[in-house]
């Protein structure tokens, strides 16, 4: 177990710098912080988790690791004044295991709710190229236990949070939940800030689609909603718009380069423009993401990853 989470947490969006196994998962703080109305935010390793907490209990959106959980319980009770240590359901905004590492154990006691595609994903696992690992099956308790094709309304601490499914972006099952009293919209890993997202081809994500869905959000987003990314501070419409057009400008860049007949290896080395140089301070670097671009609007598959060397004997 401690050997697959490592493995895990090497690759994962927003965890990628810190290299935690278990022990080190041990000096994680999960911080909380306000957002607006019912919502807060938990910052700790992995995925941001949303929490809605008022006199229906909690709501969380994703769960970050399993080994957190205590920690994330601990959270929650000091919100609620002690009352409440358990969510009453579990929002997952797709399945990647730094935002339903918690699922095995809050499934016990409370609904996951999720598209499909991810409770389908979550059940096969996957063998990740990209990643260069295998993720096994979930537990059965860790699995959605209500699914939706296109979205969901759930009435809970007296507003309606709608959640409503992005396709072919992220993955295949992404999904941002909408609180529309306290007008605070969690994207999920469709939107991480100011740093370059990963987009999971493997998974039926598509760099084209995901500008998409960022657009279709921008056509809709209200005024003044805070918006939690998957990874990242709290934001406005204004960052989201900034990110959109780094998503544009990838696009047009790497199509025109390709349309020129350039190589993958060639539009690594020309890389990204200037303006966009820390953008590649976060999980993704210029040059994963501009592979990742090529594969997605080529429609390549992604090539396994390497194996590391055995060692001289």
């Known amino acids: 177990m401690k050997k697959l989470l490592l493995s895990a947490l090497l690759v994962v969006p927003g965890v990628a710098s810190a ?3 278990e022990a080190s998962l041990a000096k994680v703080q999960v911080k909380s912080t306000p957002v607006a109305g019912n919502v807060h935010i938990f910052e700790g390793a992995g995925g941001n988790i949303g929490v809605s907490a008022g006199p229906d209990g909690i709501l969380i959106v994703d ?4 080994p957190l959980v205590p920690k994330i319980r601990a959270a929650l009770g000091k919100l609620t004044k002690g009352k409440a240590k358990a969510p009453e359901y579990v929002l ?4 990647h295991f730094d935002h339903t590492g918690g699922n095995a ?7 996951i709710v999720a598209h499909k595609h991810v409770r389908t994903r979550l059940m096969n696992g996957l063998e990740s190229a990209t990643l260069g690992m295998k993720i096994p099956p979930a537990p059965k308790e860790a699995l959605p236990v209500i699914t939706y094709d296109q ?12 959640v409503t499914h992005l396709p072919t972006g992220h993955t295949d099952g992404d999904s941002m939940v909408y609180f529309s009293g306290s007008n605070v919209l969690h994207l999920g890993d469709q939107f991480t800030g100011d740093k370059y997202p990963f987009i999971d081809l493997e998974s039926g994500g598509s760099l084209e689609g995901y500008l998409r869905n960022v657009e279709r959000v921008l056509q809709t987003l209200p005024a003044g909603v805070k918006i939690i990314p998957g990874h990242g501070a709290v934001s406005g419409r204004q960052e989201l718009e900034t990110f959109a057009q780094m998503l544009r400008d ?3 860049l790497v199509k025109g380069k390709q349309a ?10 020309e890389g990204m423009p200037e303006k966009y140089k820390s953008w590649g301070d976060g999980f993704m670097k210029p040059e994963q993401w501009l592979t990742v671009a090529y594969q997605s609007l080529s429609g390549q598959k992604p090539e396994p990853a390497k194996k590391p060397e055995e060692p001289k004997k």
């Open 19 to 21: 290299q935690f196994d």
């Open 63 to 66: 769960d970050q690791f399993a």
């Open 92 to 95: 997952n905004t797709h399945w």
């Open 105 to 111: 154990l809050f499934g016990r006691e409370g609904t």
């Open 151 to 162: 979205g969901i309304s759930i009435f809970f601490n007296g507003e309606e949070i709608q």
């Open 250 to 252: 990838t696009v047009e």
């Open 260 to 269: 020129a007949g350039k190589t993958l290896e060639q539009v690594k080395a």
